[in-house]
């Protein structure tokens, strides 16, 4: 366990660049024709390489802008009305992607994603990132693996429905998310005969035992 005193940037150093330079390498050079490729042959490519960037993107705004906002951004951002008109979208977990639909607009909004996590993890210590909790609900993955979080994750003892996750494990569940998206990016890309640009770090989701990690 981290020193409370270490800086949140140490702790999750993957935020300031790699994350968004592995998710530009698998992307790079892609036609239309095979970012878009979707098949009802798997559950994991319903979503296309397009939609799983957009999802991504997606995730770090509607956790810690949505979610996180009241503790983390008491005074609001000078962005924040276009944070809240982008969480507006009509699609399940995506960018509105009559908007951000092009592969430079989504992954300028990638960029934009990431470098709030890596705003946030500037101003917290290893200290804060596990004191600060979030309520939520306890029928979700981080609950079903909270093995995987050190202790950041805890169910209400007077309400089993109710969870609790700090802003450590939510930062780690981010972390997990896009490598277990990139995994997925890499089964739509070989489903296609595409070559693979990188090796994936083999943790988080996509490392247990029971996850789906069937290939084309």
């Keep these: 366990m981290e020193p409370d005193s270490e800086r949140g940037t140490q702790v999750f150093p993957q935020f300031e660049s790699q994350l968004y330079e592995m998710i530009l390498s698998e992307v790079q050079g892609l036609s239309d024709e095979e970012l878009d490729f979707e098949s009802d042959r798997w559950e994991w490519a319903k979503w296309s390489i397009r939609r799983n960037v957009s999802h991504l993107a997606m995730g770090d705004f509607r956790w810690l802008w949505m979610h996180w ?28 992607e009559t908007l951000y639909w092009q ?13 709030l996590c890596w705003c946030v993890l500037s ?16 029928d979700v993955i981080w609950v079903e693996h909270s093995e995987m979080f050190s202790g950041g994750v805890r169910v209400d003892p007077a309400d089993p429905s109710k969870a609790y996750i700090t802003l450590e494990a939510t930062m780690r569940h981010r972390y997990y998310e ?11 890309k ?20 029971s996850w789906d990690r069937s290939e084309p």
Excluded: C, V
């Design 123 to 138: 101003a917290e210590t290893a200290g804060t990132l596990r004191s600060k909790e979030l309520e939520t609900a306890s």
């Design 69 to 96: 906002r009241p503790q983390l951004f008491p005074q609001g951002l000078p962005n924040g009305p276009e944070l809240d008109r982008l969480l507006e979208s009509p699609y399940d977990r995506r960018l509105d």
């Design 190 to 209: 070989k489903a296609q005969g595409l070559e693979l640009a990188l090796d994936i770090p083999h943790e988080g989701y996509w490392a247990q035992p």
């Design 103 to 115: 592969l430079p607009d989504i992954l300028a909004k990638s960029r934009e994603a990431l470098a």
């Design 178 to 188: 896009y490598l277990a998206h990139l995994y997925n990016m890499q089964r739509l």
